[in-house]
């Protein structure tokens, strides 16, 4: 009897520590439709953390990462080099599987929040996004980390790639919300929210949500005719082009 | 920006009675617009400019339309090469350099050559001389190649090789260039082929329609690169800025029309030249091999 009292009190303790706090999340948007005019949106992502009854209070504050990552892509970056004073293409790097679009934001610098490996391991911060070099391609091996580092500075310069370290307000203890932006020239396809949730330095809570960016009315139907139907799409595009200088020449003729 | 854009070309190309394509993929390039998107997007921009001229040399029957099928049928093969030649350099991104080497070589030896042929006008013009009669008769090694062919409308009875040849070599350059390549054939039927002056112009245009629309579908097919949204916009201010292009043009004269086209396109030359030789402020450059739209990062 007194056996297992001992492991249901061992259980509870077990559960009590691992699992004391969860996050609950919800955004504003699910969907992103891209028009014609899309001038860049903004998500919100609203979030709560719960405790269960028998936790004790926490003397620290909370600190929250939100990470919105865009479909990963296979990208080869290229550095150009000066062969008898004209500017070349030469060397390469292909990374495989890497985000097309990232966001962080976080409510104080990263580094402040938590230990660099906890930092890595979950691919919080620019600096710990994670480029596999593809192993199969031709290009002479060497340091990889210029391109990866020229990547991110491309990205960036698109605002597709950003870091918001007061990117997260509190509502109160354990509300808070964060505005990500969605800048025009997204790419398309299945992004993950996710928000992490720390104490000093310890990870306590995580939980992710899809977000869907598609082209939306005509443009989707123009970029999905174009890639599905190649073929056909060339022969529109030589048809309109027809129509538009047959259409021309008869509106001129009459003058 | 981008209807204003083609109004302009389109009002070059009516000022100067040339395709416009050779200007325009520079112009779009030099905006910002990946060379790759800008090749394709012209070469069915110049599909729709062709259309109208076409069409008309077709009612007056100033086609040589024998003369045109041979050189569409070597147009056929050589866009085909061209198209696949660009997927290779692409994916090798070697593109953008070849784009600009050949935009430079090729932009600024014609800007001299018409420079140099207009002043000369201008000269003779100031002095009172002729411009010396060509020699009628001499005719060229090439037309003497085996497999001759009989075109009646040109008066022509010469080999086909030449004939596919230029095809071949236009088209080619028109799909990796995003050019018609019209002020190359026409010069290239008088001088070399000695087609009548009276039919070079409609078969050339045949010639362009055709071969850049196969340029067009093959594009679009395999390199995905055809922006419709942008060609529409180009394709719109190309027919009417050549309207008026064409009515200033008859008012001026020939050889200053010349010489001022010869100065623009070494100018554009020239910029190719100074952005190949000049440290670009960003050394790198990343292009995606395969998105994964399906599955979340």
Redesign the interface.
């Known amino acids: 009897m007194t056996r297992y009292l001992l492991i249901a009190l061992i259980l509870s303790f077990v559960s009590s520590s691992a699992g004391a706090e969860s996050v609950t999340m919800a955004l504003s948007a699910e969907r992103v439709g891209i028009t ?1 005019n899309f001038s860049g949106t903004e998500i919100t992502v609203f979030g709560s953390i719960e405790r269960d009854g028998s936790t004790v209070s926490r003397a620290a504050d909370y600190d929250v990462v939100v990470v919105v ?14 062969i008898f ?5 030469r060397n ?1 790097r ?1 990374f495989l ?1 890497i ?3 990232y966001a962080l934001n976080s409510n104080r610098p990263p580094d402040d929040i938590a230990q660099s490996l906890a930092l890595q391991t979950n691919q919080i911060g620019l600096e710990n996004i994670i480029f596999p070099v593809a192993t199969d391609s031709i290009e002479a091996p060497g340091n990889a980390s210029e ?1 990866a580092q ?2 991110r ?2 990205k960036a310069n698109n605002d597709l790639f950003s870091m918001k370290t007061d990117g997260v307000e509190f509502l109160n203890k354990k509300l808070f919300k964060s505005h990500i932006r969605i800048p025009p020239r997204v ?6 929210v996710e928000v992490f949730i720390f104490v000093q330095g310890a990870l306590l809570a995580h939980d992710e949500q ?1 977000l869907w960016v598609s082209k939306a009315g005509f443009e989707q139907l ?1 970029y999905d005719f ?2 599905e139907q ?2 056909l ?6 048809l ?3 129509f ?7 509106v ?2 009459r003058e | 920006m981008l209807l204003g854009m083609g109004a302009a070309v389109g009002f070059i190309s009516g000022l100067f009675g040339v395709g416009g394509g050779f200007l325009l993929t520079p112009l779009l390039i030099f905006t910002g617009i990946p060379p790759a998107v800008a090749v394709a997007t012209v070469t ?2 110049t ?7 076409a ?2 040399y077709w009612r007056k029957q100033a086609i040589d339309l024998k003369l045109a099928s041979m050189l569409i049928a070597g147009g056929i093969v050589g866009s085909s090469l061209g198209v696949f030649v660009f997927r290779l350099l692409r994916d090798v ?2 593109l ?2 070849i784009i600009s ?1 050949s935009y430079l070589t090729f932009l600024s030896s014609i800007g001299i050559l018409m420079l140099r042929e207009s002043i000369r006008a201008m000269i003779n013009s100031r002095e009172g001389n002729r411009p010396p009669a060509r020699m009628p008769g001499q005719h060229s090694w090439v037309l003497g190649l085996p497999m001759k062919m009989k075109f009646r409308r040109s008066k022509l009875y010469v080999s086909v090789m030449p004939v596919l040849g230029l095809g071949i070599s236009i088209g080619f350059m028109g799909s990796v260039l995003g050019i018609g390549g019209g002020f190359i054939m026409v010069p290239a039927l008088i001088y070399l082929l000695r087609v009548p002056t009276s039919i070079v112009i409609g078969t050339s245009l045949i010639y362009i ?1 055709v071969t850049m ?1 196969v340029a ?7 390199n ?1 690169t ?1 922006d ?2 942008l ?2 916009c180009l ?2 201010g190309g ?2 800025g ?2 008026f292009g064409a009515q200033l043009g008859q008012k001026l004269r020939g050889e200053q029309l010349r010489a001022l086209l010869g100065l623009l396109v070494l100018a554009v030359g020239m910029r190719f030249a100074v952005n ?5 402020e ?16």
């Not at chain 2, 190949?276 to 670009?280: A, C, I, M, Q, R």
């Open positions: 014609s990552k865009g479909p990963p892509v296979d990208v080869v970056t290229r550095k150009k080099e000066r004073g004209v500017w070349i293409n390469s292909t599987s985000p097309s679009f391109f020229a990547y500075r491309l790419p398309v396809g299945t992004y993950r899809t123009v174009s890639r190649g073929l799409f060339g022969a529109f595009a030589v309109l082009a027809i538009v200088g047959w259409f021309g020449g008869l001129f003729r | 069915s921009q599909v729709a400019s062709s259309t109208s001229g069409l008309s991104g070697q953008d350099l080497v329609l629309s067009t579908v093959l594009h679009a097919s395999t995905q055809v419709v949204v060609a529409l394709m719109i027919v009417f050549a309207q190949l030789v000049l440290k670009p960003e050394l790198y450059s990343f292009s995606v091999l395969r998105l994964m739209i399906g599955s979340g990062g």
